[in-house]
């Protein structure tokens, strides 16, 4: 399962970081939507993996999952939806601005 | 505390004083001097004991835990700067209000003084040095305020960056020598640090220490060979200049010199140092002071030779040659902040500066004349003026330290030819200017200044006679208490007598006073031969040369990284990280002692998860390949998404997985909302190179995660995750641990973390705001996007949903403290509710019934997060200390309450706000950006449309 996880968290990476070179904003902010993918997946899989042992007290099973990555991966989750935000807003405000979506402003380089 | 209060009143006088001079200048002058006085006061109150030879030191706890006070000291050095720094400034203000003409704002000139004044008096009044250095750019950093006052004007511009550039340089090396000096005796407190002279001097670090510390101490006091921003900075109106180059700002220096002397002084390499860069400073000082024909000209670097005598005599070292350095710094600040003034006097009533046009000007200003006449005296060093007492010291020291040395005779030789020229250009600054013919072409008539004008010059000029005829009486106890403070021992014999009887000493006056006559007079020839040698050796060319050089290099290497291009920047950064990565992965042994996979058990494989990983590998490596589509790569990023919230699902984490489920719907719908201004597919640009090379950057990235990932998670490890989970109910009155740890053990972060929040949302609303986007109504082959916008059935019931949707956010938001849920997911699910009605019921509908202001609420939010964390400090409790209980409520039976639960509520206010606010600003653009007929509907739809 770990191999699994550790795989997944690489394509996601692969992806987020091809997407993230490309020269026109919309690839570009679903590159980074990608690494959001990974980065919360890799910051949680540090608490390392459990199954059926969700940190709530008091349900009778037999343990608990690590709840620190997990409190850390859910803000992460909203502040990253915030920057995607802001981010798209940037292109749509770049767009209006200079009349290309290029990420350096430069249409037909 | 009194200490503190008597460096803090400048700071604050300075905002209120500017404001002042709003209703009248006058009212702005006795404000500013009223402050000065009021330190004046407070400094008085306490100044008792220290007159009876006590150091007196005052600490407030600033940060006790690491040990960081707010460390005040007041002795005989201390207080004697003290008194000339506010003493001198409170004439400089009388002055400035009839210096500056009408157009000049007065608030804001005084309001730098006085900065500059607090600063000032936080450097001489520090116990600390680290403290001593924040007071000291402070310094640097007012003068620069002072010096490009007239900021419309390009030579004051040039002389205060010049001014900041030097001596904010000199500060960071100060920093250095003090982080050694605390290194060394372990303390930064100047009471340990004096009394540790010897171990200073005899630790390996002892000679980079010294040589910080005096680069700290030459820039600030224009010590050769940083001397050149000095007369830059005579670009300053007069007063700063009268200010800054007497009593204070090129003082910091000698301060310097003179505070460490105890823990510093007596070795081979400070005599040589300190002595040898004073004693060319000296000298080259008044060779060009007589070269120059701007009054103030002549006056700087006059200023940079006294200053150069000041730290010779430090060099010299001996106790003696000490309580003569002492007594010329207050000498000097007296003779020459009464010249700075008179010389702005001749400027103010004549128009200009320049020797060769002012002459004769006794004739129309007697009064100023003689005043100038005798502070010019002091600063020649004649007999009866108070210049003449410590330069006759600094000449008895130079003859006794020249016996002890080889080739000895030239250091008095090389005094007495400063002597020469100080006379000379003395003479110079006298005959020139009130005598030696008419003038020559004046812009104004000259006459008397103002009555006020000339008080603060009658008074600096008084006490130069008064030092001079009566030294005993007047300067003796506070040199004595000064002097004292700076040996940190028994003061030596001294005798501050007028004669001296007929020794060495004297004769090098006298030969200083004739051959400075006879130089003058044969000024014409040596004028001429100066003229033609001039500018063969500039520091100042050196400096832009320097300067140049550095922002050549910087402009070169920007250059060279960056061609703008954010593909470019993206690159290396990634194959910087890639770089820093690998080397470290292979730079620590891997492989050898440390195995990529670990000793930890794994979890077994089904056939689901299985499943699962496939399609979410299959689903990005697709959106990879169709990125092209926007819109297709968008809906299949959804997916991802998706899957991640189950994987949260399977790992045991309930609050991610609602979490990323509800903040996938917002992103998308944000994304969609986002792709209709953008055009719809992206060109293919890059060529197959391109591709390449970011396929393996992208490979290796991945490979690098997968790795990275797979290490840590084959090994077992030890997590402090045990404190959350044992005091999670005890402590914090929640069962679901991670709601817990947000909202109490870390409330402080996520408190930021919503306030980041808040501020996207805001920063979003800024951006947009009036943007004008267009849009299309139709989709690339002609048709409309939709016909039926909203649809009768989903409007009917996302309006039936909507009920039953805040009902469950409501539940969630409460159970979150104990079951999984909370503020964040109870936000995003109302958030999305209240979407789907923009969404099914169109923005005028739902904008008629749904306030479309989101600040009220992302405001309100924090407000009560903030306030729910202030609340605590009413019960002696740290910021957010949560507390809770448990009642018993009719019907609902037992309920319990925290006070985290306000806590949450203020995060479900941000974050419904925020959302909102971004997704509603962009949805209203929608409407905006094309009218309802912008698209042609074609014949065979005519029916359906007109339903």
Redesign the interface.
Known sequence: ???????????????????????????V??GL??LS??V???L???????????????TGLPG?????P??L???A??????????V??????A??ELGN?H??GKDG? | MTLFLAVLTPFLGAPLVAWLSRYSRTAAAWGAGLVALGSVLLLVSIVAPVLAGETLVQRIGWLPQVGLDLAFRLDGLGLLFAGLILGIGLLVILYARYYLSERDSLGRLYAYLLLFMGSMLGVVLSENLIQLLIFWELTSLSSFLLIGYWKEREEARHGARMALAITGAGGLALLGGILLLGEITGSYELTVILASGELIRAHPLYLPTLILVLLGAFTKSAQFPFHFWLPHAMAAPTPVSAYLHSATMVKAGVFLLARLFPALSGTWEWSHLVGGVGLITLLMGAFIALFKHDLKGLLAYSTISHLGLITCLFGIGTPLAAVAGVFHIINHAIFKASLFMAAGIIDHETGTRDMRRINGLWKFMPHTATLAMVAAAAMAGVPLFNGFLSKEMFFAEAVSMGTMMKFGWLLPFAVTIAGIFAVAYSLRFVHDVFFNGDPIDLPRTPHEPPRWMKVPVEVLVALCLLVGILPALTVEPILALAAGAVLQAPLPDHDLAIWHGFNPALWMSVIALIGGGLMYAARKPMFALHARHENRLDARRVYNALLEGLLGFARGLTRRLDN????RM??LF?SFALLLGFSGWFGGGFGNNSPLTGP?A????DAV??FA?LA??GV??A??KL?RQ?FV??VM?GA??LL?AL??V???????AL??LS?EV??VI??LL??Y???QH??A??NTGRRAR??V???L???G??????A???RP?T???DY??EN??SGGGG????NV??VDF?GF??LG?IT??AL??L??FA??DK????GRGCDDVGRAWNWDTHPAIMASLTRLLLPLALLVSTFILLRGH???GGG?IAG?ITAVALIMQYLANGVAWTHERLPSNMHPLIGAGLAIATLTGLASFAFDHPFLSSTFSHVHWPIVGEFELASAMAFDLGVYLV?VG??LQ?LIH?GLMHDASHGPDACPIPSGQRHKAGR
Not at chain 2, 771 to 774: A, H, P, Y
Request: net charge neutral; aromatic share 8%; proline share 5%.
């Open positions: 399962m770990e191999a699994l996880i550790a795989l997944l968290i690489g394509v996601l990476t692969t992806c987020g970081v091809y997407l993230l070179l490309r020269g026109r904003t919309f690839p902010v679903l939507t990608f993918y990974a919360n997946l890799f949680f899989a540090m608490g390392r993996l459990a199954i059926g042992q969700p940190p709530v007290i008091g608990y999952t690590d709840p620190l997990q409190a991966v859910l803000t989750i909203v502040i990253g939806f915030a920057m995607t935000a802001f798209i807003m940037l292109a749509l405000k767009r209006a979506d990420v350096d380089e | 703008s291009s954010l593909q993206l690159a990634v930890r794994l979890l077994p494989v998860s299985l990983a979410m590998a990005s490596l959106v990879l990125h926007r790569a968008l990023i991802v998404g991640v994987i949260f399977k790992f045991s984490a309930p609050d991610l979490t990323q903040v917002v992103t944000l994304l986002a792709l201004f953008l055009p992206t060109p640009e890059s970011d396929a950057l992208a490979l990235a991945g490979v995660i997968s790795a990275l990932a797979w840590v998670l084959t490890y997590s402090i995750a959350f989970l999670s109910v069962h679901n641990v991670v740890i947000l870390r972060d996520t973390e980041v929040l996207a949302g920063a979003i951006m947009l943007l004008r986007l267009e104990n079951l999984p964040f995003l974050v925020a959302t971004i962009l």
